[in-house]
Structures are given as structure tokens and as C-alpha cells.
């Protein structure tokens, strides 16, 4: 089946030491987002890249990188993690649909499991 | 900027009973609206969506949505709740073209009782 996948599924850390993140996908969709997820709350964008063009958010740390080195994979970098980015990472993949008077319309997005990271 | 309201943080039915979780947005042009449901420490999962045509959306698990542009509503229903629908419930909206960012609502807990 196509899919999202997210390794690992739990990571834990030690304050400070870098930590990556990885996601892939086989539904071949060229745009791929980096979501933040804090206990019951909604999903906070990072960034997102569409095909190779990377979009930051404005309100994304510098602590927080990603690479997409293929289509199919995406990692999102944690340079120096601390104890307020413990929080479960969502990697999404979506299509876009077509173009209209220049403007570009993106399908729905498909989410991997996530990964529950632990900064001690 | 795009935005959504999820007014209720719990919504407790019992088994059986028809469940309403209700949304409603914000945004500058036409809408796409979505719904999506989280079990715990997974992600989320897309249960329908608008983007034209029929205001009566249907989606899995026997959820469906109706779209109220005069309200800027899309509640989300299921005639007869089970236990297993016990869940995180997003309601998210972003513009039809342009920005694709997607704009969520809070979150709701939904808490089917036996």
C-alpha cells in the first residue's frame, strides 16, 4: 500500500545532541511538510518543500533543519535539541492538482504515524 | 490568514447515539476543509474532505460533513457512535489556490461511552 512511513517511531535524546528524523513515502507526491506536535494540541507547521524548493515557516527555530534529498525522503535535523522540543514530529506528503490563472492547488494531506521524541 | 474554531475541547455521547463535532472557519476565498482523526501517539488520518459540489460530504468509517458556506460551518456527524471512534478530531481549512498552508483547529477529544 502507498504510504508514509516515519523511523523511528520513538527517539529519545540527550539535551543538546543533534538528532535526525527520518520520513518517507511511496505515493510519490512532490510536496512533503514537517509538522510539530505538542501534547493535545494542533499540529504546527515547520517547513515544507515542494519538489526541491524548501519554504521555512516564519516562527521555525534556526535549531530546526530539514533535507530532501529524492522525492521519496525527507529529514527533518534537530541541531541542538532541548527540553521544549520534546514533542511528536509529523511528516505529511500531499499532490498538486493543477494550476489556475497561475496559482498552484494542493490535494488533501496524508500523514506518517509520527515519531515521539524524548529530550533528557 | 486562514483560520478555525473547534468550541468544544470534549465531547462526551454514549455508544449508539449520533455524534456531531463541531468546526467552523475562516478563510479568504473559497474553502477546502478537511477532517481528520488522531488515536493516541499516531498520526493523523483523513477522514473527508470539501473542495466543490455537494454541500453533504461523506467520508470513512461512516462519517460525513456538511459544508454551510452561509454559516462557515462543516460539522462533522455520525449517525450512531461506537467506542472505537474515541479519538482527537481536527477540522483544518486553507484557501482553494495559493497558500497551501493548512490551518487547524485545536482539536477535539471525543469520548464514546459504552
Known amino acids: 500500500d502507498a504510504m508514509v512511513i516515519q523511523n523511528p517511531r520513538y527517539q529519545v535524546t540527550q539535551f543538546g545532541k543533534p538528532v535526525t528524523l527520518s520520513c518517507s513515502q511511496t505515493l510519490n507526491h512532490n510536496v512533503m511538510y514537517w509538522y510539530q506536535q505538542k501534547s493535545s494540541q494542533a499540529p504546527k507547521l515547520l517547513f515544507h518543500y515542494y519538489d526541491k524548493d524548501f519554504n521555512n515557516e516564519a516562527d521555525t527555530p534556526d535549531n530546526f533543519q530539514s533535507r530532501r534529498p529524492n522525492t521519496s525522503f525527507c529529514f527533518l535535523d534537530i541541531r541542538s535539541p532541548g527540553l521544549g522540543d520534546a514533542a511528536m514530529y509529523l511528516c505529511?506528503?500531499?499532490?498538486?492538482?493543477?494550476?489556475?490563472?497561475?496559482?498552484?492547488?494542493?490535494?488533501?494531506?496524508?500523514f506518517g504515524p509520527g515519531t515521539r521524541l524524548t529530550v533528557l | 490568514a486562514q483560520s478555525v474554531a473547534q468550541p468544544e475541547d470534549q465531547v462526551n455521547v454514549a455508544e449508539g447515539n449520533p455524534l456531531t463535532v463541531k468546526c467552523t472557519y475562516s478563510?479568504?476565498?473559497?474553502?477546502?476543509l478537511f477532517w481528520y482523526v488522531q488515536y493516541p501517539n499516531r498520526g493523523l488520518q483523513f477522514l473527508l474532505k470539501y473542495i466543490t459540489g455537494d454541500n453533504l460530504v461523506k467520508g470513512s468509517y461512516g462519517f460525513e460533513a456538511e459544508f454551510n458556506k452561509s454559516q462557515t460551518s462543516f460539522h462533522l456527524k455520525k449517525p450512531s457512535a461506537l467506542v472505537s471512534d474515541s479519538a482527537l478530531y481536527f477540522c483544518?481549512?486553507?484557501?482553494?489556490?495559493?497558500?497551501?498552508?493548512?490551518?487547524f483547529g485545536k482539536g477535539n477529544q471525543v469520548v464514546v461511552i459504552p
Open positions: 478563510v479568504s476565498g473559497n474553502p477546502y
Open positions: 483544518a481549512v486553507r484557501a482553494a489556490y495559493g497558500n497551501n498552508r493548512l490551518a
Open positions: 505529511a506528503t500531499s499532490r498538486v492538482v493543477g494550476a489556475a490563472g497561475g496559482h498552484l492547488s494542493y490535494n488533501e494531506q496524508f
